[in-house]
C-alpha cells in the first residue's frame, strides 16, 4: 500500500493513502482538533446539544399548534401595544429583535478589538453587549407581566388554543434564561478585560494564556448562538 508523507512544523506525519487516508484523517481527534483549544471545542459542543433541545421545543410547538382544534391566538392581536389610542400590532418585538441583533453587531467588534489585543475597546463593547442584552430581558419581562394580567397562563388563556400559553412560556422562558447567563458572563469577562487580566495572566476564572483573548470570542460564539435561536423563536412565534 502505498503511503504520502506530510510535514507538520519539524514532525514529519505519514498517513495512507487515498480513502484510507480520508478515514484516518476524520477519525483522528488530534488532526481535527490541531488548531482548536478545548474551550472552544467545549463551547462547540454545548451549542450543537443545546440546538437539539432549542429544536426539541420548536418542534414541538410545532406539533401541538398543528394538532389542537381550538383556534390558535392571533400573534397580531395577541402581542399588540396600545400606543397613543392606536394598537400597534408586534410593536414590541420588533424593537426587542432589533436590540438583540444590535447586540451582536457589538459582540463581533468585541472580538475583533480582542483580536487586537484592544483592552479598553473589547471591554466597552462587552459592556454594551450586556447592556443590550439585559434591555432585552427587560423587555420580554414586561411583555411576560401583560400577558399574565391579560390571562394568559401554562395552562390557558383567553385569546384560543391552551397549550399556546405553555409553549409560550417554557420557549421564550429558556431563551430568556440563556440571554440572562450571558448577560453575566459578558460583565464578568469585560471585567477582566478591563482590569488585564488577560495580559498580566492573572490567576482566575475564564482567564486564558498571557497574551490570549480567547475567552472573548468563546463568549461571542455563546452570544451569537443566543441571538440565532432568537431569529427561530421570533418567526415560529409572531409570524406564523
Known sequence: MSQTAETHATEPLVR????????????????AFKNVS?????????????????????????????????PWP???????????GHEIPLILIAIMTFVLISSSGTMAMAVNFGYRRDRRKTAILMLLTAILGATFVGMQAFE?????HEGVRPWGN??????????????TGFHGTHVSIGVL???????????????????GFFTSRKGHYEIVEITGLYWHFVDLVWVFIFAFFYLW
Not at 385569546?159 to 409560550?168: D, L, P, T, V, Y
Open 144 to 148: 411576560w407581566s401583560k400577558l399574565i
Open 16 to 31: 495512507p493513502a487515498g480513502l484510507r487516508g480520508v478515514a484516518a484523517d476524520l477519525s483522528s481527534d488530534q488532526r
Open 185 to 203: 458572563f459578558l460583565i464578568i469577562i469585560a471585567r477582566k478585560v478591563w482590569r488585564g487580566d488577560f495580559d498580566t495572566e492573572k490567576r
Open 74 to 84: 392571533n400573534p397580531s392581536k395577541v402581542f399588540a401595544l396600545t400606543l397613543g
Open 158 to 171: 383567553p385569546f384560543g388554543a391552551a397549550q399556546f400559553g405553555s409553549s409560550f412560556f417554557m420557549i
Open 38 to 70: 478545548w474551550g472552544k471545542a467545549m463551547m462547540w459542543i454545548f451549542l450543537l446539544s443545546d440546538t437539539f433541545v432549542f429544536g426539541c421545543f420548536l418542534l414541538s410547538y410545532m406539533t401541538a399548534r398543528m394538532s389542537t382544534l381550538v
